[in-house]
Nanobody, 123 residues
């Protein structure tokens, strides 16, 4: 499975961005998909996940502002980010989980990773 993330950029606080993660080599519907982020000097942290059945989960820090969605026909997962804050600045990574079981919140439970896309939110 190859994952290609895109859509990062520079935005002012309060603005919006939409990240995309295009998957190839596997039908998206067979995978759970997640977004993580890593700020400079910090560990990679969970942002959001969408399970195979469409259930979604969010970190408390982004709940109500970010929305994850999947388009199985396009084999693409999206992360719509609204009301962005400077503390959202990070490299954002998409990840795919093919195994069942294990928490969706931990990086070690994901099997495939895309390259990061950088989001910078200015104050």
């Amino acid at each position: 499975v190859q994952l290609q993330a895109s859509g990062g950029g520079l935005v002012q606080a309060g603005g919006s961005l939409r990240l995309s993660c295009a998957a190839s080599g596997r039908t998206l519907s067979s995978l759970a998909m997640g977004w993580f982020r890593q700020a400079p000097g910090k560990e990679r942290e969970f942002v959001s996940t969408v399970k195979r059945n469409g259930d979604t989960y969010y970190a408390d820090s982004v709940k109500g502002r970010f929305t994850i969605s999947r388009d199985n026909a396009e084999n693409t997962v999206y992360l719509q980010m609204n009301s962005l804050k400077p503390e959202d600045t990070a490299a954002y990574y998409c990840a795919a989980k093919e195994k069942y079981g294990g928490s969706y919140y931990y990086t070690h439970n994901y099997d495939y990773w895309g390259q990061g896309t950088l989001v910078t939110v200015s104050s």
